[in-house]
């Protein structure tokens, strides 16, 4: 999952994994291809994983330094 | 009159010439502003100043008290007078003898303002094109009012109780009488030269038509004009608006109002921006809360989440392949046992052993050759005798012969 191209958003990372996903289950590819599109899927998931947790904890961070001003 | 430095004339000569000269002018109608009225206590005259409305010019006055008091005028009051100038020969001063004293009409007051409206608003200062707009939230505000007065203390507090921040800069002027116009033009020159004021109030509480007359005053309302910073006029609600009303960039129905208008709610403001902020906290909460369900949605499809199944397919099709391979092999093994068998029954069937259970017997060279014939043999050779179940040696003996 390493080798994570950083300038890929979270649009271009889910696109691409649909596209992979796509590819896999219609099969007709050969195993090695098979394989490299799997771990590609895997990568391009954890990527959009990780943009979905940041974007989570950075909503959280905000909201508490709001609320701690607030109050 | 002949004078020369040799033969100067009398001071009395000349102010009793000048008196007489004067006085020979008749009565005239004369309009102005009363201002510096005094009545003494006891007196039967009351001196004052007539003061010309649009010009730094007056002029002074006397009236017998009575004449004065049949009507009801005081400092600043726009009057009508039949007066003869009069010259006092004691003290050198010339004076209005008022013999008639009137007001001037509301009916007559209002026609010049009438009048004054229609020419500055042919002049194109009433046009909407030159309001300016009001800034959102001030960083000063200028205020022009009457010390002490209501329309201060309106206009402060409910600004206040809006925007806490907010800040004022206040100037004090006249806000009725003849000295009114000028003051406020001053107030707002002072004002309007400030940088950080970023907005002028002139406020003013209600009052009679005469007293907001100063807001109708001309200079006034072209000063208003010229000012670059917006002018908004809160001047006490009346029927009849001043002309203020008109020039200013945003009239207000009173000091209290004009609060309103200039600056914002804070908690209104606040509130909004809650509001906004809890649109905006629901909107990424939802679009964080679809995109992760779309993404574990598309984890969990078996070409991800099993990729083990395709190679298990693969593995099993080795497996078939193997298990296909094997059972090939072992049916041709099973058959090539079987036509083993067959033959073994077939070269069984051909053995002679049957026929030496019956008792006979197979003589055999040493070589292995059956014996025939006598010929193959002479005496003395030991021959292999095979019967059924074994074999042992016999010699020959002699030939017999048949």
């Given at each position: ?24 289950e219609?099969g ?5 291809e ?15 994983q ?11 961070k ?10 | ?36 009225v ?22 002074r ?5 009575r ?8 400092d600043?009051?726009r ?48 046009e ?5 707009k ?11 009012c ?8 309106d206009?402060l ?45 002139i ?21 208003v ?6 002018v ?17 960039d ?9 609060a309103k ?9 606040l ?18 809360d ?16 099993a ?7 693969r ?61 193959q ?15 042992f040696a016999?010699?020959v ?6």
């Amino acid at each position: 999952m390493s080798g994570d191209r950083p300038e890929m958003t979270y649009e271009q990372a889910r696109e691409e994994l649909v596209d992979v996903v796509r590819k896999l289950e219609a099969g007709g590819t050969s195993l090695e291809e098979s394989l490299a599109l799997w771990e590609r899927g895997e990568e391009l998931a954890g990527t959009c994983q990780r943009w979905l947790d940041g974007a989570r904890e950075r909503l959280t961070k905000a909201q508490a330094a709001h609320e701690e001003k607030t109050d | 009159m002949e004078t020369s430095p040799e033969a100067p004339a009398a001071v009395r000569t000349i102010a009793n010439g000048i008196a007489s000269w004067i006085n020979q002018l008749g009565a005239v109608w004369v309009e102005g502003q009363l201002t510096d009225v005094s009545i003494g206590r006891g007196t039967t005259t009351v001196f004052g100043t007539l003061r010309d409305t649009d010009a730094d010019i007056s002029l002074r006055f006397t009236c017998n008290r009575r004449v004065f008091e049949t009507v009801d005028v005081r400092d600043g009051s726009r009057v009508l007078v039949h007066a003869k100038p009069n010259f006092f020969a004691r003290r050198g001063t010339l004076a209005l003898a008022v013999s008639e004293i009137r007001h001037v009409g509301i009916g007559e007051l209002l026609a010049r303002i009438e009048r004054l409206k229609q020419l500055l608003g042919a002049e194109g200062l009433f046009e909407p094109y030159r309001k300016k707009k009001l800034p959102f939230l001030p960083h000063t505000i200028g205020l022009i009012c009457g010390r002490d007065s209501a329309a201060e203390r309106d206009v402060l507090e409910n600004a206040k109780r809006r925007w806490p921040a907010v800040a004022f800069r206040i100037e004090y002027a006249s806000v009725q009488g003849p000295s009114a116009a000028g003051e406020v033009m001053t107030a707002l020159r002072k004002l309007d030269a400030d940088e950080s004021v970023e907005v002028i109030v002139i406020a003013r509480g209600g009052g009679s038509l005469e007293d907001l007359l100063p807001f109708s005053d001309e200079g006034l309302i072209r000063a208003v004009s010229k000012t670059g910073t917006p002018v908004v006029s809160a001047i006490g609600h009346e029927p009849d608006s001043p002309l203020l009303d008109l020039v200013a960039d945003l009239r207000a129905s009173t000091p209290t109002d004009a609060a309103k208008r200039i600056v914002p709610d804070v908690r209104e403001e606040l509130d909004g921006v809650r509001l906004l902020r809890e649109r905006g906290l629901r909107a990424i909460r939802s679009w964080l809360d679809r995109e992760s369900h779309a993404l574990a949605a598309i984890r969990s499809r078996p070409a991800l989440a099993a990729p083990v199944t395709d190679l298990q397919r693969r593995a099993d099709e080795i497996a078939a392949l193997v298990e296909r391979n094997r059972r090939t092999l072992t049916h041709r093994l099973d058959r090539a046992s079987d036509d083993i068998a067959h033959r073994l029954a077939s070269v069984r069937a051909l053995s002679p052993k049957a026929t030496l259970e019956r008792g006979y017997s197979v003589l055999q060279l040493a070589d292995g050759t059956a014996v025939r014939e006598v010929a193959q043999v002479a005496p003395g050779d030991l021959l292999q005798a095979r019967v059924s179940d074994g074999r042992f040696a016999v010699e020959v003996k002699t030939e017999e012969d048949k």
